[in-house]
Structure formats: structure tokens, C-alpha cells
């Protein structure tokens, strides 16, 4: 069995996506604030992580900076896993936050599952779940695993709601 530690990273620095008008994939782009650093930072004493063998990150900045900084700490080999990234809310279609918090609200409204017969620009639970469940088995050989990335990401491996994953949490998740 493996403890895997799913922390949520530190706060992006949205003011500056909308300061420069970033749209689709490079809105990804954007460092963490001051704050999100500072969090990054106390997340990094928290005692469980003390235990793992290896980072695993998310490719978005805001996650992969705040795997950088808690590796200040840790010291330990950081490897980037592409189907970490972030849940997927609109193939890089919407312009506004508006719209992407409105697909947002369609995803929970449906539970994550496209209503039958209908299509969404969002990706699905099912979808989330698969692609991190085979990064996640890749390295079942460890006992504690460090993985930073998305709340859409901790979420549905939790069972938890929306708003329900903090800024630079840790939650166990054990396979």
C-alpha cells in the first residue's frame, strides 16, 4: 500500500492573467502570490511529508512552484506527471472567469457525468479519476508519495464537495 499526499497548491496569482488578458492554456501559466509562496512554505513543515520518498507535480505553474518550494524543505527527487493537471473545465474555449465558474457549476450540478445524450466542453469525473489513477498506480512500489496539484484534482479522490480543499492542504489518500 501507498500513502499518497495530495496537497493543493499555493494562491495563483490570478491578478496577473487578468492584467495581461491570458486566455486558454497559457492562463496556466501564472506564479503564486507572495501569500501562495508563504503557504507553500508552512505546508512544507507539515510532519506526514517528512516520510515520502518523492515529489510528484502537476505541470501548471502554480502547482509545480509550489512543489519547488515545499522541495526547499524536503529535498527529494520531483518529477513532473502531465495527467496531473488540472480538471479541465472548457478546452481552453472560455475568455472570462464568468464562464468558467459557470461550467463549474454545470460540472457539480451533474455530479461530473455529462448529461445522457448531451455534450459539455467539461471533462468528466470519470475522466479526472482515470488519468490520475494510472499515474497514481506507477508509483504504488513507494510507501509515501508526495502529489501536488489541483482541488478538482483532491476532490473527487476524496469524495469531497465543492470548496471543500483548501490552499495548500494535505489529505491522505491510500491505495
Known amino acids: 500500500m501507498t500513502t499518497f499526499y495530495l496537497m493543493r497548491h499555493g494562491e495563483p496569482d490570478w491578478a496577473l492573467k487578468d492584467a495581461r488578458g491570458l486566455t486558454g492554456p497559457i492562463r496556466d501559466y501564472v506564479p503564486l502570490t507572495a501569500d501562495g509562496i508563504a503557504q507553500a512554505e508552512r505546508a512544507a513543515e507539515d510532519p506526514r511529508l517528512k516520510r515520502c520518498e518523492l515529489i510528484l507535480s502537476s505541470p501548471y505553474t502554480r502547482a509545480l512552484q509550489t512543489a519547488a518550494v515545499v522541495n526547499r524543505t524536503l529535498g527529494l ?3 513532473v506527471e502531465f495527467d496531473l493537471h488540472e480538471w479541465t473545465p472548457d478546452s481552453y474555449k472560455a475568455e472570462s472567469y464568468e464562464e468558467i465558474k459557470r461550467l463549474n457549476d454545470d460540472y457539480h ?3 461530473g457525468v455529462h448529461p445522457p445524450g448531451e455534450s459539455r466542453l467539461w471533462e468528466t469525473k470519470a475522466s479526472v479519476l482515470g488519468r490520475v ?3 497514481l498506480r506507477r508509483y504504488s ?3 509515501h508519495v508526495l502529489v501536488v496539484c489541483h482541488g478538482m484534482i483532491i476532490a473527487p479522490l476524496q469524495e469531497y464537495g465543492p470548496g471543500q480543499v483548501p ?3 494535505v489529505h491522505e489518500f491510500v491505495v
Open 133 to 135: 489513477m494510472n499515474v
Open 109 to 111: 450540478k451533474h455530479g
Open 167 to 169: 490552499l495548500c492542504s
Open 77 to 79: 527527487p520531483l518529477i
Open 141 to 143: 512500489d513507494r510507501s
